[in-house]
């Protein structure tokens, strides 16, 4: 076995030698994270040094003009690149900022917005209520413009002005500020009225047939989505019987859509449609736009996609100074376009946590789903990444979008780590749908299933068929989650102290390393609906409580799936890109088998191929990415060099297929292993089953400084996570720790032959892990793996 080995594999021996190079003839995204990433710190780094000794920041064109603005954008666009008040240009400009007196409109907004994104406790309250009441005085009470803004008291009035207030007082509103629901309701009637027939808007005035821009349409769709949710804070909430008013027909909102479809028609992120002027304006409005509304791409009226940060990265990325590292158009300021650029790039980059399925009756006039069913609470998911983004350890920026079934490729899906479904009629999938969400479950995708209970058991019984018909029995089954599953207590506490039972029914079915598809049987998405991040004045305490239990489950099952590990939007397309490469199954190809047993032996079905192909990109050796299984007693397995295995449950191999396996290490063969989310009962099985085969030979740790931390990757530390001290009553505490790598083995004649991690390995390569997952990191898990069979192969 040993000579077809080193003769199959001489490349990869030689590449091992030398290092990891970047693998060639790989297909790569037209621009990387590491391409944006550069690009947003190089154009950081140049704000911070263009700072005044005061902690301003001053238009090269203007002087001292405008310098509150200026100052509040910059700081805007600082803080969304993740920096904070402790950070001394910061602090700096926070102090400085502090001290001003705006009067103007486009100020008095970006001042706001900066101090709330400081998030420096209640330090900035009174100031921003000051401000935002300011704001609301200036609003245009008559004439054409009435409900919208202009520079300073009286005056025309511009949308420009009116989009800048309106963000200004949605995040006072978000502090807890109270603003009037007239100031919203003005503003909102002014954009809906001096919306274009074709749907787009003008820079002022009334309706202009013809006359739209990008820049402007951009603030209208940001606009309506703001106002939307404002005004629906002060909507009936409870039923005469004590229940949440979550059944009201669903309604489409008409203007949002057409400006949108408009949006789609002219798309372009090299100019500003309908106006050759203000391109970094409009790209930092289409930003709003897009993340708002939930859409990653924007639609035309024939149907033509437009990937909105896709294709905006790749333009801003290229058209970087490369010596100034800033933007500007002309003669523009480069302070204030930088500032812009890097709202739209550091924003637009946020991780998408939630896709939100589309999916019904299809509409036989028009390509796409002919009824809203699927959008009964508009801003439920909207609502709940809004939450979780203000919570502890989380990301401080993440974004949801809408995918419609009818139109989804995996890939589609795979953006986001979480797709919710929700309904009241029976969910209408056809076969090449069911096909889609299967795919996508296999990849590590998590299905997430609301039922709104609006229709009787029409939904309920629906997805239950969709479950059987994508998981026939014995397959796999939709069971109830009882109150050991670690969804209850993943972030928060959600088992009853006097019953033990968990305080939400959730149903769950287990595939791969996790429940992979959770349903609920009860409308937690109408509370979520209903969230908001300020106290609505009366709300009942009955409704305020089930919008906190509903917005908790919400929580924990998003804590549970991702682990608080969110990739953000160009690492989740570049991971498309390699769940997409074609399998390659060759016999001068690299491969390496699985172990097939009785149990769940293949518990992680895509890790084996993920690491195969992480090896192959890394080395740029030759891999066969579709990894293929045999048994113990299958004669061919003496012509696999490396067999892999893993689990989570228990298990036991008979006599027979124990006496191959030792017989098939004696002969040069060696075997990877590890437990599936680092699970007791794997362990035990394992470590009984070695000490089975080589009683004399017990599995050791590897040390640290041996070659095989050294091998590919330099592994002096890695990332772990683990549960702290478990406490029954409490939520999950965890920790992802920098630690040693820690491996065991079992050496013969100076080599391993068995390499073993007690912590998950597998999981993480399929990003599978849960937050109650006990293991490395994905990134750790990759360069572990790949330095496994690096050692194995140079032996």
Known sequence: ??????????????????????????????????????????????????????????????????????????????????????DPPIERGLTWLRRQNPSLTYEISLMIQALAAAK?????????????????????????????????????GDRSNGQFAVLGLREAQEMGISVSFETWKR????????????????????????????????????????????????????????????????VVDKPLEDACRWMGDHFAVTN?????????????GLERAGRFSGRRFFIGSRNQKRDWYR???????????????TWKEGDQNAVVGTSFVLMFLSKGLAPVLINKLQHGPRDGNRP???????????????NLTQLISYRPKWPKLLSWQTVDVSQATVGDLMQAPILFISGSDAPQFTPQDVALLKEYILQGGFILVNNNNCKGLAFDEGFRDLVRQMYPPPEAQLKKLGPDHPVFRSEWNLIDPETGSPSVEMWGVDVGCRTSIMYSPYDLACLWDK???????????????????????????????????????????EQVLAAAEPDRVARDLLEIKKIR???????????????????????????????????????????????????????????????????????????????????????????????????????????????????????????????????????LQVSVRTVEPFLEGIEINGRYVIVYSKYDISCALERQASVACTGYVHEDAVRIGINVILYFLNQ
Not at 195 to 219: E, F, H, I, K, L
Not at 368 to 382: K, L, S, T
Not at 685 to 692: D, E, I, N, P
Request: hydrophobic content about 35%.
């Open 368 to 382: 796409g789903i002919a009824n809203i069913d699927w959008n009964r609470h508009p801003d439920d998911v909207r």
């Open 120 to 156: 420096d406790g209640k330090r900035d309250f009174a100031r921003v209520a000051e401000l935002a009441a300011q704001l609301e005085d200036m609003q245009i009470r008559t004439g054409v413009n009435a409900g919208s803004w202009t520079y300073t008291r009286g005056g025309g």
């Open 272 to 284: 500003n449609p309908g106006d050759g002027r203000w391109l970094l304006y409009y790209l930092y």
């Open 531 to 573: 969230w908001t991040s300020f106290k609505v004045p009366g709300r009942p305490q009955q409704i305020v409580s089930m919008i906190d239990k509903a917005t908790k489950a919400g929580t924990n099952i998003v804590a549970y799936v991702t682990g608080r590990e969110i990739m953000n939007k160009i690492q989740q397309q």
């Open 597 to 731: 047993y009785t149990g769940d032996w293949d518990a992680a079905p895509q890790a084996l191929k993920n690491l195969l192909i992480a090896l192959g990109r890394t080395t740029g050796a030759p891999v066969a990415s579709k990894p293929r299984d045999l048994q113990l007693l299958d004669p061919k397995l003496f012509r696999s060099p490396i067999v892999y295995m893993h689990g989570r449950h228990d298990f036991n191999l008979s006599r027979n297929e124990q006496e191959k396996l030792k017989e098939y290490i004696g002969q040069g063969g060696v075997l990877f292993s590890d437990a599936c989310c680092g699970v007791p009962a794997y362990d035990r099985s394992f470590r009984a089953l070695m000490k089975q085969l080589f009683p004399d030979n017990p599995l050791k740790r590897i040390p640290p400084d041996h070659e095989i931390f050294r091998i590919g990757h330099e592994l002096k530390t890695v990332k772990r996570r683990e549960p702290d001290v478990d406490q029954v009553n409490s939520a």
């Open 1 to 86: 076995m040993r000579r077809p080995l080193l003769r199959l594999l001489t490349c990869l021996v030689v590449i091992a030698a030398i290092g990891l190079p970047q693998a060639a003839g790989v297909a790569q995204a037209e621009v990387t994270g590491k391409q944006v990433v550069d690009a947003i710190e190089k154009a950081k780094q140049v704000l911070i040094s263009v700072q005044q000794p005061s902690g301003s920041w001053r238009s090269s064109i203007g002087g001292d003009m405008h310098e509150t603005g200026i100052t509040s954008l910059v700081l805007l666009a600082l803080l969304n690149t993740g920096m904070t008040p402790a």
């Open 311 to 325: 294709e905006g990265a790749e333009y801003l990325v290229s058209m970087q100074n490369q010596f100034s590292g």
């Open 187 to 250: 503003a909102r009637n002014h954009w809906l009225t001096t919306q274009n027939d074709d749907g787009s808007w003008s820079y002022s005035g009334g309706r202009q047939p013809g006359g739209g821009s990008g820049s402007m349409t951009v603030a209208g769709i940001a606009t309506l989505v703001i106002t939307q949710a404002m005004m629906r804070a002060g909507e009936k909430e409870l039923n005469a019987d004590g229940t949440p008013n979550c059944c009201g027909d669903p």
